[in-house]
């Protein structure tokens, strides 16, 4: 019979060894285990390598298994099995739907990555090893490690189980700034281990090894049982001054790190906003009392505070915020004790209260007119008092905020929606974290604090030269907190010889600017010949920032352009081999090519017991569909009858899930996608218009725009659009195959086959190689004509900025730019996935289905709309 044996590897991974066959404990030996991690200017790339035997004479199961970084992104994993090689592939999340379909009909599980604590997340994949066989697994991985409280972390988490022959950690790492201080840490060292660390550093490098042999790894000489079991870390920080910061730069790509100290702090106005509701009952309350206790004490003098409860109630302290004085923080603490978790949860009102109380501070001039105002939300739950749509709730906190005051969401444990506070959070300037249920709970709370207590710098712009710096990643901050780090990257155009930098912020005392040129070629020397760099590191860094910032945009970004940041994110994703939560690496399962095992990247959001939508709950026993993610959905016991949206909490032992995703549901395009004008509603448009006939689209006199359109010959897509402005009169004719543009007498021809760009008295033109024509003017509405070219070729119109419309507008599209609206409590039985679409008084029914969306390069991307046929 075959045994099932776990290896297992080591973090920033662990190695798991379990022996489910006692007869056969240790079956597969773990013959050797390396982590090589470089960490090149902040960018760390770790390959881990084990190599394992089966030593007994029937085939065993090795599982695979190692812990990386939330934040890293899988970079490439192979098996090599008696010297031939398998490879993971990394593909588009919906072009690896064959591969996991087909692993699922094997009964195989398809979930290779899963969440498995704070900062960490398991990669797990196994292989049937045939006796005597060799087995040799690598996986990489690359991140950005960030800086917190002054310091960068590398965390290996070590696990093997087992003694192992070979066993080494080895680190490199080379900070051009220079190494400010190094050290080393782990939960497991003992002095016999201490003698297998060594560390060498000079002025800009670091060289960690551990090494232990097999008798340093043992507990006892009697017992062969290891010591490695734990964590192994190191801190470190870079040299820095008040400067510009530092600009490193390799093959065109530069990174600018800026992290000034040493400043004075911002005084802060600060509302801790915190849910007593019955959830919040036993450890979860007590910690917070403990959390919110030490916090007030580190409160500064100058500092404004105030303290909001909210169950099925809001209880303000103080009906306004007072000042940090011994006197009212040792009465706010007073108040803390009392703090009873009881009733329901009123997210909405107690937000509004605490931007309120804000204004009214403000107004009042309570507050010092240098300073920096926030609102740190804790909460543990779904609203279920007062307004309960998320949606909601998110529009009018924006509303009440209005970018004056920072907003903090903190989500206690897995039963809060965190796409919900996320997003919330991202609206308004701050960012959200979760605190897990765990012992140190309060601890997690002040650390999260102490990250924002001290904000030293806002409203950071950073400037570079405007025509020779390409695809520049976010340049522009509204707060820097001491201990942080802000970096920025980009491309830089090939004649260029010298990049200047200007950064302007504010700082308590004064408006700063810092200035730095950095001369390409010099910097460009410093990483030549240098033994720890792994390719071209910036670019891959550039790339790594650009994909993570564009997934933070696309949480809180309207339709149009959320999806426009996720295409941009999945190609990057795909071009440099990212597994990011927009692709999938497939594994192909050796002893069966036909089986395959899907990695996918967690979200935040993943392990949460309940899912939550912005409109209803909908709770059926039989079967659903339950909201994933942004990218996929699952399918609960799919009865044949209909599909769900399933939101009932998980039990703790849900049911198997099978993943359909959304491109299995959209099966055609529109004619067009309308980003209904101040609202997040998009409506999918097919027009029952005669071929080949002109249709008028849009006419805007107020704008000076109208849009004509003409239908292929099967009435599938439109092949044809004249675009005409009065101011500049500018015409453009664009077809399949070319885009004619007319002004001033004159014609030009623009093909597909090459970007070209034109700008006529402030009106943009850009067209972008077989993707594109975008047409831009100040104030006005931006028109967009995608070129899709699968399966056939057709035009996409649509339009950006659509609250630019006047009321003038009118044609087939322009119609539903102004007076347009859902109807709402119609007093008639509708489903859930209907609705009533009121255009100028006229009703239509629409329906809320998947459609494919031309406005992404990807032939697979789709968008959940209203969808709706009109005739001309």
Same mark, same amino acid.
């Given at each position: 019979m075959e045994g099932r044996v776990f290896v297992a590897l080591l973090v920033f991974s662990s190695l798991i060894v379990l022996a489910e066959n006692t007869e056969h404990k240790n079956a597969i030996e773990i013959h050797s285990l390396h982590v090589d991690s470089t960490v090149t200017s902040r960018f760390a790339q770790t390959v881990i390598t084990s190599k394992v035997v089966n030593k007994v004479n029937e085939s065993q199961e090795a599982v695979f298994e190692v812990e990386l970084p939330k934040t890293a992104f899988i970079t490439n994993f192979s098996m090599s099995i008696d010297g031939e090689t398998y490879p993971g592939t990394i593909k588009e999340k919906a072009s690896a739907q064959e591969q996991y379909d087909i692993a699922v009909s094997h009964g195989q599980s398809a979930g290779l990555v899963k969440t498995t604590g704070r900062k960490l997340?398991?990669?797990?994949?196994?292989?049937?090893?045939?006796?005597?066989?060799?087995?040799?697994?690598?996986?990489?991985?690359?991140?950005?490690?960030?800086?917190?409280?002054?310091?960068?972390?590398?965390?290996?988490?070590?696990?093997?189980?087992?003694?192992?022959?070979?066993?080494?950690?080895?680190?490199?790492?080379?900070?051009?700034?220079?190494?400010?201080?190094?050290?080393?840490?782990?939960?497991?060292?003992?002095?016999?281990?201490?003698?297998?660390?060594?560390?060498?550093?000079?002025?800009?490098?670091?060289?960690?090894?551990?090494?232990?042999?097999?008798?340093?790894?043992?507990?006892?000489?009697?017992?062969?049982?290891?010591?490695?079991?734990?964590?192994?870390?190191?801190?470190?920080?870079?040299?820095?001054?008040?400067?510009?910061?530092?600009?490193?730069?390799?093959?065109?790509?530069?990174?600018?790190?800026?992290?000034?100290?040493?400043?004075?702090?911002?005084?802060?106005?600060?509302?801790?906003?915190?849910d007593q509701s019955g959830s919040m009952a036993g450890r979860k309350i007590e910690q917070t009392r403990d959390a919110l206790m030490k916090i007030l004490e580190d409160l500064r003098p100058e500092d404004h505070f105030s303290l909001i409860t909210f169950s099925s109630r809001v209880t303000e302290w103080n009906n306004t915020l007072l000042q940090a004085t011994e006197q009212n923080v040792e009465s706010a603490k007073r108040y803390v004790k009392t703090i009873m978790a009881r009733g329901g949860t009123d997210i909405n009102n107690a937000l509004l209260t605490a931007a309120n109380t804000l204004d009214k501070a403000n107004y009042a001039e309570i507050l010092q007119g240098e300073s920096i105002s926030m609102i740190i939300l804790l909460t543990d739950g779904q609203p279920t008092v007062g307004v309960r749509n998320v949606e909601i709730i998110q529009q009018n906190i924006q509303k009440a905020v209005k970018g004056k005051y920072v907003l903090y969401c903190l989500g206690f444990g897995f039963d809060v929606s965190y796409k919900f506070l996320e997003k919330m959070a991202l609206d308004n300037g701050g960012i959200a974290r979760r605190i897990y249920e765990d012992s140190d709970s309060d601890l997690q709370l002040q650390g999260f604090y102490q990250e924002v207590a001290t904000p030293i710098l806002k409203e950071i712009e950073i400037q570079y030269p405007e025509n020779s710096i390409l695809e520049?990643?976010?340049?522009?901050?509204?707060?820097?907190?001491?201990?942080?780090?802000?970096?920025?990257?980009?491309?830089?155009?090939?004649?260029?010889?010298?990049?200047?930098?200007?950064?302007?912020?504010?700082?308590?005392?004064?408006?700063?600017?810092?200035?730095?040129?950095?001369?390409?070629?010099?910097?460009?020397?410093?990483?030549?010949?240098?033994?720890?760099?792994?390719?071209?590191?910036?670019?891959?860094?550039?790339?790594?920032?650009?994909?993570?910032?564009?997934?933070?945009?696309?949480?809180?970004?309207?339709?149009?352009?959320?999806?426009?940041?996720?295409?941009?994110?999945?190609?990057?994703?795909?071009?440099?081999?990212?597994?990011?939560?927009?692709?999938?690496?497939?594994?192909?399962?050796?002893? !069966?090519?036909?089986?395959?095992?899907?990695?996918? $990247? %967690?979200?935040? &959001?993943? *392990?949460?017991? =309940?899912?939550?939508?912005?409109s209803s709950v909908r709770s059926d026993e039989n079967f659903g569909?339950?909201?994933?993610?942004?990218?996929?959905?699952?399918?609960?016991?799919?009865?044949?009858?209909?599909?769900?949206?399933?939101?009932?909490?998980?039990?703790?032992?849900?049911?198997?899930?099978?993943?359909?995703?959304?491109?299995?549901?959209?099966?055609?395009?529109?004619?067009?996608?309308?980003?209904?004008?101040?609202?997040? !509603?998009?409506?999918?448009?097919?027009?029952?218009? $005669? %071929?080949?006939? &002109?249709? *008028?689209?849009? =006419?805007?006199?107020?704008?000076?725009?109208?849009?004509?359109?003409?239908?292929?010959?099967?009435?599938?897509?439109?092949?044809?659009?004249?675009?005409?402005?009065?101011?500049?009169?500018v015409q453009l004719r664009v077809s399949k195959e070319e885009v004619v543009l007319s002004y001033g007498g004159q014609t030009t021809k623009l093909s597909w086959r090459k970007s070209a760009s034109f700008t006529i008295q402030g009106l943009k033109i850009a067209v972008e190689k077989e993707r594109s024509l975008t047409m831009s003017a100040p104030d006005n509405i931006t028109i967009k004509i995608s070129f899709v070219k699968s399966p056939n070729r057709f035009l996409g119109l649509y339009f950006m900025d659509t609250d630019h419309f006047s009321d003038k507008a009118s044609g087939l599209l322009g119609q539903f730019f102004f007076d347009t609206h859902f109807e709402s409590n119609l007093g008639v039985s509708q489903r859930e996935d209907e609705r009533v679409l009121s255009v100028h008084g006229q009703q239509h029914r629409v329906t809320r289905q998947y459609k494919k969306d031309y406005r992404l390069e990807s032939t697979t991307g789709t968008i959940s709309c209203w969808s709706l046929r009109i005739t001309p």
């Open positions: 997340e398991q990669f797990h994949v196994s292989v049937n090893v045939a006796p005597a066989s060799k087995v040799t697994f690598e996986l990489i991985y690359e991140e950005l490690l960030k800086r917190k409280l002054g310091k960068y972390e590398l965390l290996f988490k070590v696990r093997p189980k087992q003694l192992v022959k070979h066993f080494q950690i080895d680190i490199r790492i080379f900070e051009p700034q220079g190494i400010n201080f190094l050290e080393t840490d782990s939960t497991f060292m003992t002095n016999e281990l201490t003698e297998a660390l060594t560390k060498v550093q000079n002025e800009t490098k670091a060289h960690i090894l551990f090494k232990p042999t097999i008798a340093q790894q043992k507990k006892s000489p009697e017992l062969e049982e290891t010591l490695l079991d734990g964590d192994f870390i190191i801190r470190y920080d870079v040299k820095r001054s008040v400067s510009a910061g530092d600009i490193q730069i390799v093959n065109g790509y530069f990174v600018h790190y800026f992290a000034p100290s040493e400043m004075p702090t911002f005084p802060k106005n600060v509302i801790f906003v915190v520049l990643t976010q340049n522009s901050f509204k707060l820097f907190f001491d201990g942080s780090e802000i970096v920025v990257a980009g491309k830089i155009d090939n004649e260029l010889d010298i990049l200047p930098v200007e950064i302007q912020a504010q700082s308590h005392t004064s408006n700063l600017i810092f200035k730095e040129e950095a001369n390409i070629t010099e910097k460009e020397k410093v990483f030549q010949h240098q033994k720890y760099i792994f390719g071209n590191f910036i670019e891959r860094l550039w790339a790594y920032l650009t994909i993570q910032q564009l997934l933070e945009k696309s949480v809180s970004a309207r339709e149009e352009q959320k999806n426009l940041h996720v295409a941009r994110a999945l190609e990057l994703s795909l071009k440099y081999s990212f597994v990011t939560p927009l692709t999938s690496m497939v594994v192909t399962k050796p002893d !069966d090519q036909q089986k395959h095992q899907l990695a996918n $990247k %967690p979200t935040e &959001s993943d *392990n949460e017991k =309940s899912r939550f939508t912005g569909v339950s909201l994933a993610s942004d990218y996929s959905l699952k399918v609960q016991n799919v009865d044949h009858r209909a599909l769900l949206f399933d939101m009932t909490e998980q039990s703790p032992e849900p049911p198997r899930t099978v993943q359909i995703s959304p491109q299995l549901l959209a099966n055609e395009y529109p004619h067009f996608l309308l980003q209904l004008p101040r609202q997040n !509603d998009v409506i999918c448009l097919n027009s029952d218009g $005669k %071929p080949q006939t &002109s249709i *008028n689209l849009i =006419s805007d006199a107020d704008k000076g725009i109208s849009v004509t359109g003409k239908l292929g010959r099967n009435r599938n897509h439109f092949v044809l659009f004249e675009i005409n402005y009065l101011d500049p009169h």
